[in-house]
């Protein structure tokens, strides 16, 4: 649901309100009771993923996975002999 800014021309009290889209703007004011509370027009706002499951690396660009790959370090040297690791696939 959206959020939408609001204003009383009377008091000046100021709230972001979150409303339904098929909602009817709020017209009085829940701090002096006047009906002169008006809904301000926003520049809109970004999509914005809340919550886990959702990383900045999710959406990456193909050249820019590949650019990531030649950074990587590899697995095992070509040089079997050089690997560290005990269970290195090059030693076999």
């Not at 939408?4 to 703007?25: F, L, N, W």
């Not at 970004?46 to 900045?56: D, E, Q």
């Not at 959406?59 to 290195?88: E, F, G, N």
Request: hydrophobic content about 25%; glycine content about 6%; charged content about 30%.
């Amino acid at each position: 649901m959206p959020c939408y800014d609001y204003i009383c021309r009377a008091c000046g009290h100021q709230a972001e309100v979150t409303q339904k889209m098929s909602d009817e703007p709020l017209r009085r004011c829940p701090k002096c009771k006047k009906a002169r509370y008006e809904r301000l027009i926003g520049a809109g706002a970004a999509l914005i993923f809340k919550g886990s499951g959702f990383y900045g690396t999710d959406y990456r660009s193909d050249s820019w996975k590949k650019d990531a790959a030649k950074d990587a370090p590899s697995a095992c040297p070509s040089d079997a002999s050089k690997c560290a690791k005990t269970d290195c696939p090059s030693k076999d």
